[in-house]
T-cell receptor, first 115, second 112 residues
Framework: EPEVTQTPSHQVTQMGQEVILRCVPISNHLYFYWYRQILGQKVEFLVSFYNNEISEKSEIFDDQFSVERPDGSNFTLKIRSTKLEDSAMYFC?????????????FGPGTRLTVL | QQQVKQSPQSLIVQKGGISIINCAYENTAFDYFPWYQQFPGKGPALLIAIRPDVSEKKEGRFTISFNKSAKQFSLHIMDSQPGDSATYFCAGVFNQGGKLIFGQGTELSVKP
């Protein structure tokens, strides 16, 4: 069964460093998402992406964040200058359609630890 | 206005019992309400979902009850099993763009 994959599974970085989190969505999906989950808290929407453009972003997704689909398979989240409060589990998701009933399939997540 | 409130935060149920998790929402722009199940080390996975024009949806041991006027919905797990032990998230989905707004999550533990 097709699945969303994410690398790395765990990333440790120093405050102020740039990190790139990578995702390979399900191959025929067209809509891509990033969510994050701070330890012990709920999963929060960061950004949605379709047709090589950001469709929507949350207030969390400030100028330090960017997303890119550099080729036909990868979808990346870049944090330019990490802060302590960026420490969280980051989930990538993809769906075939962008409607409310289109199932979003989540990857296993990347745990980001900012020291 | 975008919040989905979920309770309880944690739940312990004996094997064979009924697990009930409740959610409430404010935003009437949600037009789909999924429940996601998350096992440790895994991402959330869709379990069951309901449209707001339906009052109940059942899939196997899992049932969603939906009360549109009260803006509340709940997940019932019948004959709960130890393998159901996981974190459960309710969510609301906006029609435009499919953005998921999750509840806080419920950690369910089913004791043998």
């Amino acid at each position: 069964e097709p699945e969303v994959t994410q690398t790395p599974s765990h990333q440790v970085t120093q405050m102020g460093q740039e990190v790139i989190l990578r995702c390979v969505p399900i191959s025929n999906h067209l809509y891509f998402y990033w969510y994050r989950q701070i330890l012990g808290q709920k999963v929060e929407f960061l950004v949605s992406f379709y047709n090589n453009e950001i469709s929507e972003k949350s207030e969390i997704f400030d100028d330090q964040f960017s997303v890119e689909r550099p080729d036909g398979s990868n979808f990346t989240l870049k944090i330019r200058s990490t802060k302590l409060e960026d420490s969280a589990m980051y989930f990538c998701a993809s769906s075939a359609g962008g409607g409310s009933t289109d199932t979003q399939y989540f990857g296993p997540g990347t745990r980001l630890t900012v020291l | 206005q975008q919040q989905v409130k979920q309770s309880p935060q944690s739940l312990i149920v004996q094997k064979g019992g009924i697990s009930i998790i409740n959610c409430a929402y404010e935003n009437t722009a949600f037009d789909y309400f999924p429940w996601y199940q998350q096992f440790p080390g895994k991402g959330p996975a869709l379990l069951i979902a309901i449209r707001p024009d339906v009052s109940e949806k059942k899939e196997g041991r899992f049932t969603i009850s939906f009360n549109k006027s009260a803006k509340q919905f709940s997940l019932h797990i019948m004959d709960s099993q130890p393998g159901d032990s996981a974190t459960y998230f309710c969510a609301g989905v906006f029609n435009q763009g499919g953005k998921l707004i999750f509840g806080q999550g419920t950690e369910l533990s089913v004791k043998p």
